[in-house]
């Protein structure tokens, strides 16, 4: 079946520093891909939709210059927190949809983010 | 086996029992549904899905309900095992444009 990797599990970083998490699919070309973003007990909200090759689509109240996505290929997609403070400490999660239209919609593993 | 009408935050069953979690979607334009199981720690993982053309569909042990007039989805889990705990989300595809994810409810098995 389909895989999205994602990259990295978990990292910790200082407030004021940017962190870029990576999510690829292994096995298959996305040209749509998607960031969301979850807090402890609470449901997965949509951030953004990555286009390859265009803007991402940004869903109302994300800022999109604090939420950077980076689509450069039909298998790798990036999303850069720049300035981190702690609010934006949370569990990130990618989701990878393939080109073929089989398999629906693929999740990777997510990321932890934690901002000192 | 335990059944709710509405949409619950948790639910816990015995080990044996039916579980059925519910979900109510937003979109009535929403063409495909899709029940996640999502671990803590990990990223969601696809049980079953459905799409708005039919109204029932069985997996392995798992059993998804849609019913259009009211906007309602459900997932049933037959022989309920320990390792069936864990938060279930149902999602909506609103036309091919992105999933969006309802409220999670806790499944909790004791054996």
């Known amino acids: 079946g389909a895989v999205v990797s994602q990259h990295p599990s978990w990292v910790i970083c200082k407030s004021g520093t940017s962190v870029k998490i990576e999510c690829r699919s292994l096995d298959f070309q996305a040209t749509t891909m998607f960031w969301y973003r979850q807090f402890p007990k609470q449901s997965l909200m949509l951030m953004a939709t990555?286009?390859?090759?265009?803007?991402?689509?940004?869903e109302q109240g994300v800022e999109k210059d604090k939420f950077l996505i980076n689509h450069a290929s039909l298998t790798l997609s990036t999303l850069t927190v720049t300035s981190a403070h702690p609010e934006d400490s949370s569990f990130y999660i990618c989701s990878a949809r393939d080109d073929r239209g089989v398999d629906g919609y693929t999740f990777g593993s997510g990321t932890r983010l934690t901002v000192v | 086996g335990e059944s709710v009408g509405l949409h619950l935050p948790t639910l816990s069953v015995q080990e044996g029992d039916n579980s059925i979690i519910n979900c109510a979607y937003s979109n009535s334009a929403s063409d495909y549904f899709i029940w996640y199981k999502q671990e803590s720690g990990k990223g969601p993982q696809f049980i079953i899905d459905?799409?708005?053309?039919?109204d029932k569909r069985q997996g392995q042990r798992v059993t998804v309900l849609l019913n259009k007039t009211v906007k309602h989805l459900s997932l049933q889990i037959a022989a309920t095992q320990p390792g069936d705990s864990a938060v279930y989300f149902c999602a909506e595809d609103q036309a091919g444009t992105a999933l969006i994810f309802g409220k999670g409810t806790t499944l909790s098995v004791s054996s």
């Open positions: 459905i799409r708005s053309n039919m």
């Open positions: 990555s286009n390859e090759g265009s803007k991402a689509t940004y």
